[in-house]
């Protein structure tokens, strides 16, 4: 009875958590919505009354603001996704993303991605002090019902300009670009932003970072070989990184679980082609007699599933009952889930998350089998 009963108590106690936890989120988001709201419509008010320190005219600084809004949001963004593409196989998205394409294409020549971050960390600066200058008014006056104190934290130390900051010009295109880095690539003037920074790194302007780097790394004995190796074994288990769960993103959630299972096919995809495996991908195909031909391997490109999709008889009805078939599909991520994150990211999409009805479709229980048997002979 005692069980019974504890059994009983202990899913409405985890249901009044879970109803506390969403009234706080809730909280959150209001306070944090007029917060933001309260600080576009001062700065919009200290600019038009001719109060900015840069002393320009209202018209002048409202599109220096909305620049300088813009173009840090391409390069916060930028910087997201170019990290999250490095060492991706650019071929994979060319057909569907290629603005995306080309900027993976130049970005990852030579020592590029170290030029762009240290061109982008010297526009980013910049950036940032431009507009603190439009977004600070030192001379505007305190209304006489408004606290001393409230009037110093709130808006003598620059907070409304930083929350307009923080909100359009940092998180919002960090957190695009940590969720769909190919987009964002692909979008118009990813690529001009790119070009710039690296013309302004090879001007020489921000160079002397380059020595004290080296010297740094010299007086610290820091070697060139820290990077982890990446192998068959350590692909499919490996934690979460650290950029993974930047982007505010639980792993244990669905959303986390998703994303984390794209991670780990990327990382199971580049490993193998470096570790000399290939063959357990492409064993992962083999019929009773021996390897499809034509069937592109265990991966088929995001254009090629696209294709399949729509000259079969598939729709987004047939996907929504094909869900409702899964187990747990209110827990874990479904094979439509996956599919739709993989070609948002421009990722191959693994013939057997393919819908049945799709023909390039191999039932997972043969690619298991498959796999299976490809390790066994990998044995030594």
Not at 63 to 85: D, K, N, P, R, T
Not at 229 to 244: K, M, Q, R, V
Not at 297 to 302: E, K, R
Request: a negative charge; hydrophobic letters at 45%.
């Amino acid at each position: 009875m005692d069980l019974e009963r504890g059994s009983e108590q202990k899913p409405a106690s985890m249901g009044a958590a879970h109803a506390v936890g969403l009234v706080l989120t809730g909280c959150k988001y209001v306070l944090s919505t007029i917060l933001t709201a309260a600080a576009i419509g001062f700065v919009c008010y200290g600019i038009g009354s001719g109060e900015a320190v840069l002393g320009l005219p209202p018209a002048a600084n409202y599109a220096i603001l909305v620049f300088v809004l813009v173009l840090l949001a391409y390069l916060e963004g930028l910087q997201v996704a170019i990290l999250a593409l490095e060492g991706q196989d650019g071929e994979q998205f060319k057909a569907t993303y290629p603005r995306g394409h080309a900027l993976h294409s130049l970005v990852m020549r030579g020592a590029n991605v170290q030029r762009f971050l240290v061109g982008r960390q010297f526009y980013v600066v910049f950036v940032v002090f431009l507009c603190s200058q439009v977004t600070t008014f030192p001379d505007i006056d305190r209304p006489n019902w408004f606290p001393d104190f409230l009037w110093f934290a709130l808006v003598q130390t620059g907070l409304p300009g930083a929350l307009i900051v923080l909100a359009f010009g940092q998180l919002m295109p960090q957190l695009i670009a940590s969720r769909h880095p190919i987009v964002f690539c692909n979008l118009y003037g990813s690529m001009t932003v790119l070009r710039i920074t690296l013309l302004l790194e090879a001007i020489g302007v921000t160079h002397f970072s380059w020595l004290l780097t080296a010297t740094v790394a010299k007086a610290c004995r820091l070697g060139t070989d820290d990077k982890p190796t990446s192998s068959l074994s350590t692909a499919s288990t490996a934690a979460p990184s650290e950029a993974s769960k930047s982007d505010g993103v639980d792993d244990t959630s669905s959303e986390g679980l998703l994303r984390r299972l794209v991670r780990i096919q990327g990382a199971w995809s580049r490993a193998a082609q470096k570790d000399g495996t290939q063959h357990l991908l492409d064993s992962a195909l083999l019929g009773p007699a021996g390897p499809q031909e034509n069937s592109g391997g265990l991966f088929v490109t995001a254009a090629m599933a696209k294709e399949g999709m729509q000259g079969s008889a598939f729709t987004q009805q047939d996907a929504a009952q094909m869900d409702t078939k899964t187990p747990n599909a209110d827990v874990y991520p479904t094979p439509t889930d996956i599919v739709a994150q993989l070609l948002a990211e421009g990722q191959q999409v693994p013939r057997f998350l393919l819908p049945p009805e799709h023909e390039l479709h191999v039932p997972p229980h043969i690619v298991a089998y498959s796999l299976m048997s490809g390790i066994i002979r990998a044995e030594p």
